[in-house]
């Protein structure tokens, strides 16, 4: 993927790890729309950064997801690149029948939602010289986190998905690209800005910029701190990993 000249769709990237991207890709000479369901954080990232555009988006509802196509093709023909950014997180005891709910919300969030957005959009962007969909996994879809475990499914479902989504278009012009965050420091489950076990947003932004520059034909963007989650099954350390994001 080139990492500049682009026009780029970030979904759900008013805050965390998709308004950081979304700041990093028009900083690099993009032209960035970011969309989300909050009117009023959109209008304050469009204030704040000169040449960004905000739409709203529920990826809950398809309805809402057309329009967003119809509205953002129709301003932006060149649209080449998107970046699928929807993940809640919410722990979860299988136990207690209210967690039902936080289930079916996070499926509909995390799974369905970029799920639709592809489908929405894929079919245009194939027709362009080049482009790019990005989608955004984490490394608890490598090793899940038992206290949220359908946040960690949902993961290893968009894992999967990309890995058959690249392969049914590798003979067109749109790159996949799946990027795994380790535990970052965003508002995501309280992780906050002063987790000390949680890479710095920053620096991770950063190492995924380099990364995408530098390995342009890359399939994975595994920053450094995630590659002990990636790889442990290869490396025989799953169960040590399971058992210390288990707490015990």
Do not use: C, W
């Not at 900083?27 to 970011?34: F, H, L, P, Q, S």
């Not at 009117?39 to 469009?46: F, H, N, Q, T, Y």
């Not at 079919?123 to 206290?147: N, R």
């Amino acid at each position: 993927m080139k990492t500049t000249g682009n026009t780029i769709l970030v979904a759900g990237g008013t805050s965390g790890i998709g308004l950081a991207l979304a700041l990093r890709f028009h900083e690099a000479g993009n032209k960035v729309i970011v969309a989300g369901r909050r009117r009023d954080l959109l209008d304050e990232i469009v204030a704040g950064h000169d040449g960004i555009e905000g739409e709203v988006l529920d990826v809950t509802d398809q309805a809402s997801i057309t329009q967003l196509f119809q509205t953002v093709t129709a301003k932006h023909p060149e649209l080449n690149a998107i970046i699928a950014m929807a993940g809640i997180m919410v722990p979860e005891k299988v136990l207690d029948p209210s967690s039902l709910e936080v289930t079916e919300r996070t499926v509909a969030t995390n799974l369905l939602g970029p799920i639709r957005l592809i489908h929405t959009f894929a079919p245009f962007l194939v027709e362009q010289p080049d482009a790019a969909i990005l989608t955004v996994t984490s490394g608890l879809a490598y090793v899940p986190l038992p206290f949220t475990p359908t946040y960690s499914a949902t993961k290893a479902a968009i894992h999967s998905y990309t890995e058959s989504l690249r392969e049914q278009l590798r003979d067109t012009s749109a790159q996949v690209i799946e990027i795994a965050p380790p535990l970052t420091r965003t508002t995501l489950m309280g992780s906050g800005t002063d987790n000390e076990q949680a890479m710095p947003l920053d620096e991770f932004i950063s190492e995924t910029m380099s990364l995408l520059g530098t390995q342009p034909d890359a399939e994975q963007i595994l920053v450094e701190r995630v590659k002990r989650q990636r790889f442990a099954e290869a490396t025989g350390t799953y169960d040590e990993v399971f058992a210390m994001q288990a707490g015990r």
